[in-house]
């Protein structure tokens, strides 16, 4: 039974509470804090366990009360009533612990890396990924995180052909990932004059960002150039070739970094980028062992899957992964996708929990 898979959680959770008192323990901070951590991941399980072995005994307590024939018939019916009571919450914090132990994804807590570039339908799709852009960064101030560009590529219409932007606080990730894949756009472009829809496509990316030292960096295989914007004017253009331009040799991967005022701040900004794809494609190799057990998740996150539709004459927004269409369709575009987001969070632990069972 699955619960016999908490008790060891609970003998760890008490072991932790002796280590963290210890003087070698506290005078470590990278134990300290790594210990920490576990004993915050193992805190709603244990509690929901312990909540769960009092209501246990609860109902066996009960159960012995109204079976006893030598207790008045009123204190067996009363105990009768508390049986039911007790069994129901047993069954609802079973479903709560099931849930609770499913793995979390480790990268749920971390910042993000978003790059969204424009796919199919020139000009539109740029313009589209501009839109995409803001409708990101009024969910960003929603959510209370941080946002912070690393790279612009304009068009002469204010699209984007590139964008690439961080996102900062915590829960980052988990509020973001489902967003990786193409975007659909079926609308009139202001440059069609016949009045003709058009469907446009633009790509999402959405990588966890990683700590150097989660992945192995040889500065010989680093090139840095220094550049000017390639943005087409406005804000983001650079008059001094402060912009950089990092190529990691063994993979070919050009990271272009131009919204910092100095090129040493590019610089950094750069090779946090760069940690983070090394980080995605270890994290690629990862999943692909264990491809299977990604199949019951909402999505792949693979950049070339195909996950949701905007329709503008129809001011309907449909989600393919869940089946989901919303006609709130301005205040959507306006930041409004946590609530879309929190179903498709449901739907992933759902099909996860169906999987394990």
């Not at 472009?189 to 446009?200: A, D, H, K, L």
Request: glycine share 6%; with cysteine; charged share 35%.
């Amino acid at each position: 039974m699955f619960l016999e898979k908490l008790i060891p959680a609970e003998n760890r959770y008490r072991e932790i509470e002796q280590l963290m008192t210890l003087p070698e323990i506290t005078s470590d901070g990278k134990k300290y804090t790594a210990l920490v951590k576990e004993y915050n991941g193992l805190t709603p399980i244990v509690e929901k366990y312990r909540e769960y072995k009092k209501a246990e005994k609860d109902l066996a307590e009960a159960i012995e009360l109204r079976d006893d024939s030598s207790v008045e018939k009123e204190l067996r019916e009363l105990a009768e009533e508390e049986c039911k009571e007790y069994s129901e919450l047993c069954k609802s914090l079973e479903e709560e612990l099931k849930i609770l132990l499913i793995p979390k994804d480790p990268n749920d807590s971390r910042n993000v890396v978003v790059e969204i570039r424009a796919g199919a339908g020139g000009e539109e799709a740029a313009l589209f990924a501009a839109d995409l852009f803001r409708m990101y960064s009024m969910f960003s101030t929603k959510e209370r995180l941080k946002l912070e560009l690393v790279n612009v590529n304009e068009t002469e219409l204010g699209g984007y052909k590139e964008i690439t932007f961080n996102v900062i606080g915590d829960g980052a990730y988990s509020r973001f990932k489902f967003e990786s894949g193409v975007h659909r756009v079926q609308r009139i472009p202001v440059t069609e004059s016949n009045g003709r829809i058009q469907t446009s496509t633009v790509t999402v990316a959405v990588l966890p960002e990683a700590e150097d030292v989660e992945v192995e960096v040889n500065p010989s295989d680093l090139k840095f150039e220094s550049c000017k914007s390639s943005g087409a004017g406005g804000q983001h253009i650079n008059k001094t070739e402060s912009a950089v331009r990092l190529t990691h040799k063994p993979t070919g991967i050009v990271i272009e970094c131009d919204q910092e005022r100095s090129q040493l701040q590019n610089k950094e900004k750069a090779l946090r980028i760069l940690y983070t794809k090394l980080y995605d494609i270890k994290q690629k190799e990862q999943n692909d062992a264990i491809a299977s057990a990604r199949k019951t998740q909402v999505g792949s996150g693979d950049r070339s899957e195909k996950i949701r539709t905007y329709n503008y004459p129809q001011s309907r927004i449909t989600d393919h992964r869940i089946n989901k269409t919303v006609y709130t369709f301005e205040s959507f575009l306006n930041g409004d996708i946590g609530e879309l987001v929190n179903e498709l969070i449901a739907f992933d632990t759902a099909e996860r929990l169906r999987g394990d069972t």
